[in-house]
């Protein structure tokens, strides 16, 4: 049963990270109330938010009370408790549902959903001692990549392999495994679609990614790829979203392979790689989420000028605000994290430019990220 939910109302989040302060932030400007739960007060989304409630992600009775308070449940990462989610699933009006949290939790059900839905995924196996890794990288060759089935992000939890003398050396974890053989992309991409309670679907230009240490470092968009690349990485991304009744916003990671594009994990909520949507596109993926979930018109995606997106880490805070004169009319996002740990996302810039060589000229000037 879809529900409007109009500005007035309480969106309730889960989780008090960036990217529930940023959907928040969108919220506020259109006139809803936010409520967020997360175990510590003044969390990034909890800085402004109406209502916090201090409480576990796995607590019934902090559930309960977001649920109290709230007309409407969204959830800002995905790595929430079952229990929660069909809790809250059956008591509150959470229209995402937790069917696509408990498939994204685990990397072997989400790649075999992929697959279902008559995508392209690296070759892979689930995997649960060293015995199974030896036999199964002998199916699939070298080199591979040994993931933790869960929990797992910015490359925690991953081990590879380029040749069967590497699997020596691997201390198999205590956990249960998948195995997936190495996709020699040219280049990451990501396209991020986002469907409404109505039904109504949009995707946003796809992405250009590039990790540095397994962390995004950068966002380019346009992507530096043909029109059919660009097609075909949305056309997917739709039917993704058709295939498993998405509401909300779903981002599609990919690599391209020469003219095939293999899915590499899904994040069921907004995403680092969409950020550029902030000021590049008519409507952002925060306000296009808000929208998705109230069951108001979604916005037009349309890029409004080429960018270039950086991201802030714990070592870049400092040397960024001894030089904030560099910023020019770069658009800066900070997330009000106070402990600048390295590695740890801090916020982001958007460079935007006549062209992406412009953009990324400005951002590389800026010694910030040497
Ligand atoms: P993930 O946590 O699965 O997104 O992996 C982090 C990063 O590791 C990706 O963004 C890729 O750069 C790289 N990576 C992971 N799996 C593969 C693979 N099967 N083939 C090539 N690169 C991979």
Redo the contacts with the bound molecule.
């Keep these: 049963m879809s529900k409007t939910i109009l500005p007035g109302s309480t969106i309730g989040i889960l989780g008090g990270g960036q990217l529930g302060r940023m959907m928040a932030l969108k919220a506020r400007e259109m006139g809803y109330r936010i409520a967020v739960l997360e175990p510590k007060s003044g969390s990034p989304c909890g800085q402004v938010s109406d209502v916090e409630v201090v409480s576990g992600y796995d607590d019934r009775d902090g559930a309960k009370k977001l649920a109290e308070v709230s007309d409407v449940i969204t959830y800002e990462f995905e790595n929430i408790a079952h229990e929660t989610a069909s809790w809250l699933e059956e008591n509150a009006y959470m229209p995402q549902g937790g069917e696509l949290l408990r498939t994204t939790q685990d990397r072997f059900v989400e790649k075999a959903s992929i697959q279902q839905a008559g995508l392209k995924v690296?070759p892979f196996q689930k995997v649960n001692s060293k015995e199974e890794l030896i036999h199964a990288c002998e199916e699939i060759g070298f080199p591979a990549?040994l993931?933790t089935r869960t929990g797992?992000?910015?490359?925690k939890g991953?081990w590879v392999m380029k040749e069967s003398s590497d699997i020596e050396g691997i201390e198999f974890p205590d956990v249960a495994c998948i195995v997936?053989?190495?996709?020699p992309?040219q280049k990451?991409l990501s396209v991020i679609v986002t469907r409404s309670v109505t039904g109504e679907m949009t995707t946003f230009p796809v992405g250009e990614n590039i990790?540095v240490n397994?962390i995004l470092h950068q966002t380019i968009v346009p992507a530096r790829i043909d029109e059919s690349i660009q097609e075909k990485a949305c056309d997917l991304g739709k039917k993704l979203a058709h295939d498993i009744n998405l509401v909300g916003t779903l981002a599609v990671?990919l690599?391209l392979e020469g003219n095939e594009l293999y899915v590499?994990?899904l994040a069921p909520r907004p995403h680092n790689s969409g950020h550029y949507t902030m000021e590049a596109c008519e409507t952002s993926q925060f306000e296009q989420h808000i929208r998705a979930i109230c069951g108001l018109p979604l916005g037009s995606t349309e890029l409004l000028k080429p960018v270039v997106m950086g991201n802030i880490l714990g070592q870049h805070v400092e040397p960024l605000i001894e030089s904030i004169s560099e910023l020019g009319s770069a658009k800066l996002h900070l997330y009000g994290k106070d402990e600048a740990k390295h590695n740890r996302k801090m916020g982001h810039i958007n460079f935007l430019a006549s062209s992406t060589e412009e953009a990324e000229e400005r951002m590389t000037r800026w010694k910030l990220w040497q």
């Excluded at 797992?152 to 490359?155: A, H, N, R, S």
């Excluded at 997936?180 to 996709?183: G, L, Y």
């Design positions: 690296a990549v993931k797992g992000y910015d490359g991953q997936e053989s190495w996709v992309f990451e990790h397994n990671e690599f590499n994990e």
